[in-house]
């Protein structure tokens, strides 16, 4: 008796899943309901829970790309009926379009070696001369060659290696035993696969299907500051810590109501006009060796939200991403997203946010900086916050545009008018 | 230690191999005589049952001689000049080299071919060849190229002694070359080869005759290059283990072959190396061979055999390759 | 030599069993059973067997191209099975799967075949002088077609052999066609035997169709050679009754031979004419004569059945042990 460990619909545009962990080992016994798997899908990891208990046979192995509903393990009553462990397939070619599986840096060669790596196109070394140089982990690429044509040979070599470290790396030959790709030495690798690849995939997408162009602009923040200063103040009272990104989030959603095209999306021949207001607030996950990872939670129908419930939904959100526990409900159905890049510092100010499909339009803030504006005739210091507005101009035109960035501005710097 | 010619050397070989074994027998034109000496005064001892002047007949004396060997006999069979081969080149290259494969590999086929080769004589393109690229090319036969005189006794009874068909090839230049040769009965086997000379820069493998150059030219560079010389003795079966031992040190190949350069011995020795060795080697092998022209007869033979010159260039050529 | 009921007999049974293997030759080449190729005896078998049924067994024979050997085998008394079984591929042959046509049977002094017609001339002068050499009156019977002897192997050996008196009977089975090429055209004279008086040798020419006619010439030729006279040369007229080789048109010069050729030929049918003359003479019964072509049925089932139980090669490493003695 069989049952079948399969890749769950977890929402309702998934097709596909992969499998990261299975919990139980091959031909070892699992309980019902217990976890028995970990699946990732485009930016949410999963465990699966074991729908029958038996003992494991594995079919698809880490990195391994499923279909929804398609079996994944197997579960046997007895172990006689357990048939023999597949061959691990390793990273698969992937059934997830778009996705390219990495790939491996060459191994090291040992000293006294087997056929060497491949010869980077364009050197003219002897096949001796390479095989000692790639003994030695020496990078022949830098070496003066005194044979026909430039050619290195082993002389060159044997010179190299004797001439040491110092005159090795004088003549810009470091040791290096890595994956050289055109001459260019590669440093370290990381794979374009799971979130990763569904952002570069969907960035790639959003430029290519819209007509996206950015405005930019200030604001003056003098009165956004005192705001959120008056109501961190009542943190207490409130329950939660208002966040400039909260601000907008409420900002944003009332100018929405006032300039409805903003939140729309082209489907099919129709722009539709969304009812919801279901706001994408760009999170910038815990920053990794060389990246922190970007995700979208989205805070829906903030037009019923209160600031301080957009506050501590946003909050929620932000946990949720950085601990890897998205719902992926959490990360669909957005109608207009707000990108607050100010925590990255003072240099990131103007930019092109791009729109994230199928919305029609991103705005992104910077910092708040001092800068020298002209107020009633005299140049002053004020705090400023730059915006940046990417719409798509198949939907929308620069009138509204203009329309919703005055009222947005008007709001920031009279804060008041939201009484109003 | 006693020194001879290398042509006496053969002599030699001869007579003790028929003293040694009733079933050797000569047979070739004008062999009682001995054109070169290699079997002269031999009829005076065995008689002319066992040294045969034959009539000018080279498909005859070479198929006869396959013919007897199937029957018990150990047959020499001289043709005198190796381009004479061609004429009986269906005897030698399907007969002698192919039949005891083709009629099931039970047979032996004891037989000799002994022939003269090589040029510099100013004789021509009909007695000046060294074809034995093309008896290398029908497998079934041994090829024997002795470069001394020590080589060419202990090789020729070597031959003699083989259960098959063996090609005997002895070069005109070698004739009168004196090298010490024991008296006792003595082998040398196939498939071994010498090293001439040994060294570190490069490896150059000379095949009969040139092996004197070589080493006139390893001589003359020795104090900027380093020269080790192989001479292979025989082609089939051939030593490749020992030249791939020099490669794996040197890096360097020089392969000195009087035969036409175009699939000459060179060649597949060369590709053999390439394969066998790849990673071991510094510079693309050079080949001094004749060139690809038929041999002019004459003054213009220096234009197309291989001189010493072109020996001693091509070693520094592939030193600064 | 003495040609009593027991010889006769002797040569009868050899004709009808040649006969009956030619014809299985023939249907197994076309069921594949047979490789490679055929050339048919039919109607050409009687030098072959009349040349060595009464040879000793340690005479050296070179069999021709007709019938691959086979009138020539079984004339000399060694079993067909051997060298048939190597015909068709199988690693009981003689050649031990690896011959195909060729075969050498040793122990009967049959040393190998070659693919090249004329190659057997200068062997069997190696095969001469070795008998000599050896002195115990061996002999060496080379036969060969009229086509064959343009060769110039042919003239190199029956001068060699003439002048070193080498113990060699050339028997020419002159079936007057080489291939396509009718031999008047390809020699001057009518006789090929003119051919051996040039190299100093005694001659015959005897009908081949004969095969005790054959049988006396060739024996009287060996007698001589064994005594140590030398080389002589028989010439047999005989005839091929279908083409060269199966699948060969039967084109003379690009020309169909005729039904009435062939017709013509076919009246001189060796085995039935030496059957009607045996039973003339009363040295056959017609049971004999029944009782003979069934054993030659059985005989022919009997190799069928060795050779479809025989397995074919497949071990490569047979090539090493055969490519050189030790």
Redesign the interface.
């Known amino acids: 008796m069989k049952t079948d460990v399969v890749i769950p619909k977890l929402g309702m545009t998934m097709t596909h899943g992969k499998v990261v962990e299975w919990k139980v080992g091959e031909g070892e016994w699992v309980d019902e309901s217990q976890i028995v798997v970990v699946i990732e899908t485009e930016k949410v990891t999963y465990e699966v829970e074991a729908q029958d208990s038996g003992y494991l046979h594995i079919l698809a192995g880490p990195g391994d790309s499923a279909e929804v509903a398609e079996a994944i393990g197997e579960l046997y009553t007895t172990k006689e009926e357990l048939p023999d462990p597949v061959a691990a397939t390793g990273a698969s070619s992937g059934k997830i379009p778009g996705t390219k599986p990495a790939g491996k840096p060459a191994p090291a060669v040992q000293a006294g070696g087997s056929a060497p790596k491949k010869r980077p196109k364009g050197i003219r070394i002897t096949p001796t001369a390479r095989k000692l140089a790639e003994a030695h982990n020496l990078d022949y690429t830098v070496i003066k060659g005194s044979g026909t044509s430039g050619r290195i040979n082993r002389a060159d070599v044997e010179q190299a290696l004797a001439a040491g470290p110092a005159a090795v790396a004088a003549s810009a030959a470091v040791s290096f035993d890595g994956e050289i790709i055109d001459g260019k030495r590669v440093k370290d690798e990381l794979p374009l696969t799971g979130m990763r690849a569904a952002v570069a995939e969907h960035m790639h997408h959003s430029l290519q299907v819209s007509a996206q162009l950015t405005t930019m602009g200030e604001m003056d923040a003098t009165e956004l500051i005192r705001m959120r200063n008056t109501l961190v103040a009542k943190e207490a009272v409130l329950g939660t810590r208002i966040t400039y990104t909260d601000i907008l989030a409420y900002v944003v959603t009332q100018v929405l109501k006032a300039v409805p095209i903003l939140n729309s999306s082209i489907i099919g021949n129709k722009i539709k006009l969304w009812e919801d207001i279901n706001l994408g607030i760009a999170v910038s996950l815990p920053e990794e060796q060389y990246d922190a990872g970007l995700i979208v939670p989205v805070v829906k129908n903030a037009e019923r939200m209160s600031l301080t419930e957009i506050s501590i939904k946003i909050k929620e959100l932000r946990e949720k991403a950085i601990s890897g526990r998205l719902a992926l409900d959490d990360i669909t159905g957005g109608t207009f997203t707000i990108s607050n890049t100010g925590g990255f510092g003072k240099g990131y100010t103007y930019n092109t946010p791009v729109i994230s499909q199928p919305q029609s339009a991103i705005l992104g803030v910077g910092a708040i900086v001092d800068r020298p504006l002209v107020v009633n005739g005299e140049i002053v210091v004020r705090p400023v916050m730059n915006w940046n507005l990417t719409f798509d101009h198949r939907a929308i035109n620069g009138a509204p545009v203009g329309k919703f960035l005055a009222i947005l501005n008007d709001y920031i710097e009279n804060p008041y008018l939201l009484m109003a | 230690m006693r020194e001879l010619m290398y042509l006496q050397a053969i002599n030699e070989a001869f007579a003790e191999e028929l003293e040694r074994d009733e079933k050797v ?1 000569l047979m070739g034109e004008g062999i009682q005589t001995g054109t070169f000496g290699t079997t002269t005064g031999l009829v005076d001892r065995f008689g002319p ?1 066992r040294i ?1 002047d ?2 000018i ?17 150990r ?1 020499v069979a001289d043709l005198m000049f190796s381009d004479f081969m061609y004429i ?1 080149a ?2 030698i290259l ?2 002698a080299a192919q ?12 037989c000799v071919f002994v022939a003269n080769i090589g040029g510099y004589r100013k004789l021509g393109n009909e007695h000046s060849h060294c074809p034995y690229s093309m008896m290398l090319h029908s ?2 036969l ?1 090829v024997v190229v002795p470069s001394t005189p020590y080589d060419a006794k202990g090789l020729l009874k070597t031959a003699i002694r083989d ?2 068909p063996v090609i005997y090839l002895y070069h005109k230049g070698l004739l009168p070359v004196i090298g010490e040769v024991p008296k006792e009965d003595y082998t040398v086997p196939f498939g071994k080869a010498a090293i001439r000379r040994e060294g570190t820069d490069v490896t150059v493998v000379a095949i009969s005759f040139q092996l004197f150059w070589v080493e006139a030219a390893a001589e003359m560079l020795k104090d900027e290059i380093s020269v080790e010389i192989i001479d292979p003795r025989t082609l089939e079966p051939l030593d490749i283990d020992t030249i791939m031992t020099s490669v794996a040190k040197t ?1 360097r190949v020089v392969i000195v072959d009087e035969d036409t350069e175009r699939c000459g011995f060179a060649a597949e020795l060369a590709t053999q190396i390439m394969e066998k060795g ?6 693309p092998i050079k080949r001094v061979c004749a060139k690809n022209y038929p041999i002019p007869g004459g003054i213009m033979e220096k234009f197309v055999l291989p001189q010493p010159e072109w020996v001693v260039q091509a070693i520094k050529d592939v030193m ?2 | 030599m003495k040609f009593g009921k027991e010889e006769l007999l002797k040569l009868y049974v050899n004709l009808v069993r040649t006969r009956a293997f030619d014809r299985a030759a023939v249907k197994w080449l076309a069921t594949g059973k047979l490789l490679s190729f055929y050339h048919p005896a039919e109607g050409g078998e009687a030098p072959g067997v009349g040349g060595t049924t009464f040879l000793r067994k340690d005479d050296v024979i070179s069999p021709h191209l007709r019938g691959h050997g086979l009138p020539h085998m079984i004339g000399k008394g060694a079993d067909p099975k051997y060298y048939l079984a190597e015909h068709c591929g199988r690693s009981t042959g003689a050649g031990n799967g690896l011959g195909g046509i060729h075969a050498a049977l040793d122990e009967w002094g049959m040393y190998g075949g070659s693919g090249t017609l004329g190659s057997c001339f200068p062997l069997s002068a190696g095969w001469g002088l070795a008998a000599k050499k050896n002195g115990r009156g061996q002999v060496v019977v080379c036969f060969f077609g009229d086509g064959t002897s343009n060769r110039g192997t042919w003239h190199e050996a029956a001068n060699m052999a003439a002048v070193w008196k080498l113990p060699i009977v050339w028997v020419c089975e002159n079936n007057g066609v080489a291939q396509y090429m009718p031999i008047k055209d390809a020699y001057p004279l009518e006789d090929l035997a003119n051919m051996a008086s040039a190299y100093g040798m005694p001659s015959a020419v005897v009908d081949g169709q004969d095969v005790v006619a054959v049988a006396e010439a060739v024996m009287a030729a060996v007698e001589m050679a064994r005594a140590g006279e030398g080389p002589s040369f028989i010439e047999c007229k005989t005839a091929r009754f279908s083409a060269h080789g199966i699948g060969n048109p039967d084109k003379v010069h690009g020309k169909d031979r005729t039904p009435e050729e062939i017709a013509k030929l076919r009246e001189r049918d060796p085995v039935v004419l030496f059957r009607t003359s045996l039973l003339e003479k009363g040295v056959l019964t017609p049971a004999d004569v029944e009782r003979i072509d069934q054993d030659a049925v059985d005989e022919v089932a009997a190799t069928e059945k060795f050779i479809d139980e025989s397995p074919f090669p497949d071990d490569p490493s047979i090539l090493d042990k055969a490519l050189y003695a030790e």
């Open positions: 027998f049952d045969m034959t009539p007949s080279e498909t005859a004396i070479a198929g006869a001689a396959v013919g007897a060997s199937l029957m018990g006999y047959p009986c269906d005897e399907l007969k039949w005891r494969l083709m009629q099931g590999g039970t047979q032996k086929l004891p497998p079934g041994k259960n098959n890096g790849f990673y071991d080697l510094d510079a600064v390759d």
